[in-house]
């Protein structure tokens, strides 16, 4: 019996790649797809349509983002985009580009600087109705940056929307929302300290583990001492429930997906007990003097999709037929 018919109703919740790379110059991005390339598709590449656009030449840059997503080198189709925020005068420009040119190939669009459901709710619909005017057939995935003081509000209602698949929390731009009164260490060390910062982190995950979403923690702008980033990427993990992270330099990229990545010691131990699951015919077990049962196989489960798709290779993951056949 399929182990995700019987633990999870046939509805399997998505594992995107752990760690979101950000891009945003040509050279940058052809730069990240040669990594992806020798990588694998551990971790996704965002082109930058918003902050990574010259001034002046947004419409250049958009051309140029689509010719990439076509490109060969796409090999994995895990290359998304972010557009420039709904306010802005490019915004439609940079929809009616990327959908019409690589609309089928788009991995995902992240939308910025949103302020509610009702407003993203309307914003899919747009995408849509553009994607049915170029013959698109996919339905494109809908990635939201949660930065402002509405969408926090907002994140349970954002995160239902069946077409969007992730939240990512914009922490920069939330603390720079306060005007102040949030001091600017909590961009960075004292982030998981602040309490209104610490808030928006558990609102922002709790909103997405109530709907079968991911959260992707924000970015870390140290790109030297990468032991920050590791410590980082465990704490948003391991204390804040987040499985994704963004990535603003190629350095931080093993890292993330080290960090959110199970162990091997982890992997062994899941799939063990998953193995005894199946010959109990999934009823309760004992292992190693725990009792277990759907409840925790679900959780050991998501560890080995988890480790499937970390691009990393655990010997005994290959030759699962029941995992790799789910």
């Not at 060969?72 to 895990?78: I, K, L, T």
């Not at 959260?215 to 804040?240: G, Q, R, W």
């Not at 080290?258 to 292992?287: C, N, R, Y």
């Amino acid at each position: 019996m399929n182990p995700a018919q019987v633990l999870f109703d046939g509805k399997v919740p998505k594992t995107l790649p752990v760690c979101d790379h950000y891009c945003g110059t040509e050279v940058r991005m052809k730069k990240a797809m040669a990594l992806q390339s020798g990588m694998g598709p551990c971790f996704d590449i965002t082109f930058d349509c918003e902050d990574g656009a010259p001034i002046g030449s947004e419409e250049v840059h958009a051309h140029l983002v689509a010719d990439l997503i076509n490109h060969p080198d796409n090999r994995f189709e895990r290359i998304g985009v972010r557009v420039h925020d709904p306010q802005s005068p490019h915004f439609d420009q940079d929809l009616q580009i990327l959908i019409k040119a690589a609309g089928q190939r788009l991995a995902y669009i992240t939308i910025p600087k949103i302020e509610s459901a009702k407003e993203i709710s309307l914003l899919i619909e747009k995408i849509n109705t553009i994607a049915n005017q170029y013959q698109i057939s996919q339905t494109i995935p809908i990635h939201v940056l949660i930065e402002t003081h509405g969408a926090l509000a907002d994140a349970f209602n954002i995160a239902s929307h069946p077409q969007i698949e992730c939240l990512s929390f914009g922490l920069m731009d939330f603390v720079s929302a306060h005007y102040g009164a949030i001091p600017a260490s909590a961009m960075n060390s004292d982030q998981f300290k602040h309490p209104l910062v610490t808030r928006a982190m558990l609102d922002i995950s709790a909103a997405c583990h109530r709907y079968a979403k991911t959260p992707s923690h924000n970015v870390c702008t140290e790109i030297t001492n990468l032991s920050i980033v590791d410590k980082d990427s465990l704490t948003a993990k391991d204390f804040f429930g987040y499985t994704r992270k963004w990535s603003i330099h190629p350095n931080q990229i093993p890292v993330i997906v080290d960090a959110f990545t199970p162990k091997m010691e982890q992997v062994d131990e899941a799939i063990a007990i998953l193995q005894a699951a199946m010959d109990a015919s999934w009823g309760p077990i004992q292992f190693q003097g725990k009792l277990h049962d759907r409840a925790s196989y679900r959780y050991y489960w998501m560890v080995v999709q988890r480790a499937k798709a970390s691009g990393k290779q655990f010997m005994n993951l290959t030759s699962l037929s029941w995992l790799n056949n789910a």
